[in-house]
């Protein structure tokens, strides 16, 4: 099993430029998240996706738009890249909303907005 | 959810055992203690969790306060690859279910 995967690894992108991070699980998992972290920080929560079909925002969810595609993959959008999204974003699976769930997290896209 | 505090950052021998402190005074009843661990440039790694009983894995045990305010994460024999930064969580499983990342402690496993 490859876990969680993440496309691109880096990416570099003008002031208004689009792209779209992909991500991908192969664990049947039901929740997808998607996180970014800046320099010294923790994460934080950007987007979830609680199962196929579903989506709703978390913590930082402006300037961002996601898609759960099925239940493999999860993508998020950048409409408009602004030199503020400048971060690492880390896209996790988990099972379900139970008790015992944990998250598995994918090795990160790492995004610099000039 | 319940807030954290940690140390910032922690020194260990390596093949002794590290010990990580967490502080969660206001934790409620319904609340999880939850360890993950993010090494460098990678994607944070689960360790372990816990409600109120001491809970042990291949990775790690969690030594949880009677009063549940406090709690502390041990790696028994640290080697150089458990450098990392360490998160303590309190987190309810809710409708969100969300995680939420203090800074943590930056443990730094000297040779």
């Known amino acids: 099993n490859a876990g969680v995967t993440q496309t691109p690894k880096f990416q570099v992108l003008k002031t208004g430029q689009s792209m779209t991070l992909q991500c991908a699980q192969d664990m049947n998992h039901n929740s997808m998240y998607w996180y970014r972290q800046d320099p010294g920080m923790g994460l934080r929560l950007i987007y979830y996706s609680a199962s196929e079909g579903t989506t709703d925002k978390g913590e930082v969810p402006n300037g961002y738009n996601v898609s759960r595609l099925n239940k493999r993959e999860f993508s998020l959008r950048l409409e408009s890249a602004a030199p503020s999204q400048t971060s690492v974003y880390f896209c996790?699976?988990?099972?379900?909303?139970?008790?015992?769930?944990?998250?598995?997290f994918g090795p990160g896209t790492r995004l610099l907005v000039l | 959810d319940a807030k954290t505090t940690q140390p910032p950052s922690m020194d260990c021998a390596e093949g002794r055992a590290a010990n990580l402190p967490c502080n969660h005074s206001?934790?409620?009843?319904?609340?999880?203690v939850y360890w993950y661990r993010q090494i460098h440039s990678q994607g944070p790694q689960y360790i372990i969790h816990?409600?109120?009983n001491n809970e042990t894995n291949e990775m790690a045990s969690l030594i949880i306060t009677e009063d549940r305010k406090s709690s502390t994460l041990i790696l028994p024999h640290a080697t150089l690859r458990d450098t990392a930064v360490y998160y303590c969580?309190?987190?309810?499983?809710?409708?969100?279910?969300?995680?939420?990342f203090g800074t943590g402690t930056l443990l730094a496993v000297q040779p």
């Open positions: 816990g409600l109120k």
């Open positions: 969580i309190v987190r309810v499983v809710g409708a969100t279910n969300k995680l939420i």
């Open positions: 996790a699976s988990s099972e379900s909303w139970g008790t015992q769930e944990t998250q598995y």
């Open positions: 206001t934790i409620s009843g319904n609340e999880y």
